[in-house]
């Protein structure tokens, strides 16, 4: 049996069901919760493969921002896999070193993980949470951040996932 086809079957078994953009949020726990179970058995490129397909499908993260936050700080190489197409990569790619970002938030989410190239998307969500609803405008360096694309023009910031990553270079370097 191949690798691959041992990873399918040990994703089928723990239940995660990716692609389905309309899941419930108990199916959303479900899956990250069987990814959870697996991923210590899974390659970087499965892993942030894996985290990416999850991602897009349930990217509402704030009751689970504690646990996002670790499994993006998990010191695993290649997060750029979590980008999901060669195209995601190559805009990833040629961003400035420090990226201009908009958040729009409500009432209890000031903070989070999402982030906007496009002032419009962020105002979106300004007036989905009115009367309570704001923005911010962030600097962030470039090596905290993902690439998600989509119409939102979407980036995810994660504080500190550069120096993660500049570590697990190191290591594995060091390795070699």
């Excluded at 979407?154 to 594995?172: A, E, L, S």
Aim: with cysteine.
């Amino acid at each position: 049996m191949s690798n691959a086809q041992t990873l399918a079957d040990q994703i089928k078994q723990a239940g995660i069901s990716i692609g389905i953009h309309t899941a419930p949020y108990t199916d959303y726990l479900k899956t990250l919760k069987s990814f959870i179970k697996i991923h210590a058995h899974l390659s970087d490129a499965e892993y942030w493969t894996t985290l990416g397909d999850i991602w897009r499908d349930h990217n509402d993260t704030f009751h689970t921002s504690k646990l996002w936050r670790q499994l993006f700080l998990m010191p695993r190489a290649g997060n750029e896999l979590f980008m999901h197409t060669a195209d995601d990569r190559a805009f990833y790619a040629n961003l400035p070193d420090q990226i201009k970002a908009y958040r729009g938030f409500g009432l209890y989410n000031r903070e989070g993980f999402n982030y906007s190239l496009n002032l419009n998307v962020a105002m979106r969500f300004v007036a989905k949470h009115a009367p309570f609803g704001d923005y911010d405008i962030k600097i962030l360096p470039k090596r905290d951040c993902l690439w998600v694309g989509t119409w939102a023009e979407h980036i995810i910031y994660v504080p500190g996932m550069g120096d993660v990553q500049d570590k697990v270079k190191t290591w594995f370097t060091k390795r070699v």
